[in-house]
């Protein structure tokens, strides 16, 4: 659990929420047997986040001996998380699915395959030999529901127990997905239950969002269903003027509901039966005697971890591999491809052809074929494709008749493999030549003489060749100091004319000065001379 408190001295802090925690009772070794000696814990066993004082300090590192050690009890294999609203109220936007990113996105990407997530968690597959054999694999979003609780269990405060006894009537009546098991019985799904503003869940002698309680729990029924223990998380309202909103996360509101329930999800998964386990034996699973579990040896450590292409807030858990608190490894890349074509500017004349190579660069494991298209043709030109579909590159033939029309066209090349859709450009230009488009740049006059303290006026003039429809920027050297240029405009299209004016500061030196104007679009770079004379 994250802790609550309110008291600024970090040692002060552990040792009040020592006392405040629901955890397994320590395991001491009998002296006389040298056996070990379970007791039985005081309270219901559930696992959650603790409210912590946002203005304590956070240590970005495991405690010291951190392991996880694994006690025979169940994982979850592939889990299916079901959310669910209790009641009405105003809940946060994203937690009701009606702003995005909503909670459902967050855990369909966190457990999904375009995530690293289970990756981290498959350390902890359980073995055959003393354990349940399970693999920890990628799980899905089973859907938002909000559920009408009997009056009874929906007072102003609203304890551990009326949750599981609502819960099991909600499935019961069919208002919620039944549970899905594993391949040996095994439950993987979990009910993550949201509560609007205005309510207060007790459990364990501890209540939600004060000092010495907690932000949220995940636990498991201890009334059967269809002969099967229910998993669930439990999560208060962590909005403005909840006591979670100050002692639960310094993020946004869903930036610290995403923290705290990947800490509940992390340790539902890897300890699925901590809510009725009694020792340090079965059902327990993946557990730390000193530390307590996967999520709580790492607690209020937060960081940003993107899944699916979003990033989310999530808190960092306990690898027994890199003995520390880590973020999972970074996504891997959903398979893809892109599209380039070398040429990417080609000139046809009338009655002639002319190609280009269209390229496929794979990524993310992508081995699919791709098929091609053109479009954007102008009329009397037809594109054809060499090697269609391909998966590698392909050669297109651009013909144009004796009567297309003639200028300069985009073409769109565009790619299509299953849903993955790219495309590339290539500028063609039809003429009746079929000369490359170029461009010619003049300055008039090639002599300007300027007074100190006034300006005089250039006129540079570019005039564009077979089919040239680009655009030409303009710039200026060789004025030296204490005078300016400015061009209006500072471009020109295809063809036409922009005024570089000198302005010529009075203490300025006077003489002659050499001045380069230079015109570039994309490759083609061409210059001309002219003089200033300074008087």
């Avoid at 349940?132 to 694999?137: A, D, R, S, V």
């Avoid at 269903?225 to 006591?243: E, I, R």
Wanted: proline letters at 6%.
């Amino acid at each position: 659990m994250s802790r609550f408190l309110r008291v600024p001295a970090l040692s002060l802090c552990l040792l009040l929420l020592s006392a405040a925690l629901p955890i397994l009772a320590q395991v001491a070794p009998d002296q006389a047997t040298g056996s070990s000696v379970q007791p039985q814990p005081a309270h219901p066993n559930v696992r959650g986040v603790h409210w912590r004082d946002a203005n304590a300090p956070v240590g970005f590192a495991a405690p010291a001996g951190a392991h996880l050690s694994y006690f025979g009890g169940p994982v979850i294999s592939n889990v299916h998380v079901v959310q669910v609203l209790y009641g009405s109220g105003s809940y946060n936007a994203q937690v009701a699915g009606t702003t995005s990113p909503t909670m459902g996105n967050f855990y369909g990407d966190l457990t999904g395959a375009n995530s690293g997530y289970t990756s981290l968690l498959t350390q902890y597959n359980t073995p055959a030999s003393g354990g349940t054999n399970q693999t920890i694999g990628n799980g899905t979003f089973d859907g938002l529901f909000q559920i009408v609780p009997a009056a009874g269990n929906n007072g102003s405060t609203i304890s551990d127990a009326q949750i599981q006894s609502e819960l099991l009537a909600q499935i019961t009546a069919g208002h919620l997905p039944a549970p899905v098991l594993d391949a040996a019985g095994n439950p993987n799904t979990i009910y993550m239950i949201f509560f609007p503003p205005g309510k207060t869940i007790t459990q364990g002698g501890s209540s939600s969002c004060v000092a010495g309680g907690f932000c949220a729990y995940h636990g498991t029924t201890s009334t059967l269903f269809s002969g099967k223990n229910v998993l669930y998380g439990v999560h208060p309202d962590m909005q403005a003027g909840s006591g979670c909103a100050s002692g639960c996360g310094t993020s946004t509101t869903f930036n610290n509901y995403t923290s705290v329930t990947s800490h509940e999800l992390t340790e539902a998964i890897t300890d699925a039966f901590v809510g009725i386990a009694t020792t340090f034996a079965p059902p327990l699973a993946w557990y730390d005697q000193t530390n307590g579990e996967i999520g709580d040896i790492c607690n209020g450590q937060q960081g940003s971890y993107t899944a699916n292409g979003t990033t989310y807030t999530i808190q960092l858990e306990f690898s027994n591999s890199a003995s520390n608190c880590v973020l999972p490894p970074a996504t891997p890349p959903a398979p893809n491809f892109s599209l380039s074509a070398s040429p990417a500017s080609l000139t046809v004349a009338l009655g002639g052809s002319g190609n280009s190579t269209i390229t496929v660069t794979p990524s993310g494991g992508f081995t699919g074929s791709v098929s091609l298209s053109a479009s954007g043709l102008p009329a009397g030109v037809t594109a054809t494709f060499g090697t269609n579909p391909t998966t590698s590159t392909s050669t297109v033939t651009f013909t144009a008749s004796s009567t297309a029309t003639t200028g300069t066209s985009t073409v769109t090349i565009t790619g299509t493999s299953g849903s993955l859709t790219h495309t590339t450009s290539i500028t063609l230009t039809v003429n009746t030549t079929g000369g490359t488009p170029d461009f010619t740049i003049s300055v008039a006059p090639s002599t300007l003489a300027v007074t100190r303290g006034t300006s005089g006026n250039y006129t540079v003039t570019i005039t564009g060749t077979n089919g040239f429809a680009g655009a030409v920027g303009l710039s200026v050297t060789g004025l030296g100091s204490r005078v300016t240029g400015t061009f209006s405009p500072t471009s020109v299209t295809g063809s036409g004319t922009s005024t570089l004016r000198v302005t010529v500061n009075s203490r300025a030196t006077r003489g002659n000065r050499a001045l380069t104007i230079t015109g570039t679009s994309g490759s083609l770079t061409h210059s001309t001379s002219a003089t200033l004379t300074v008087q």
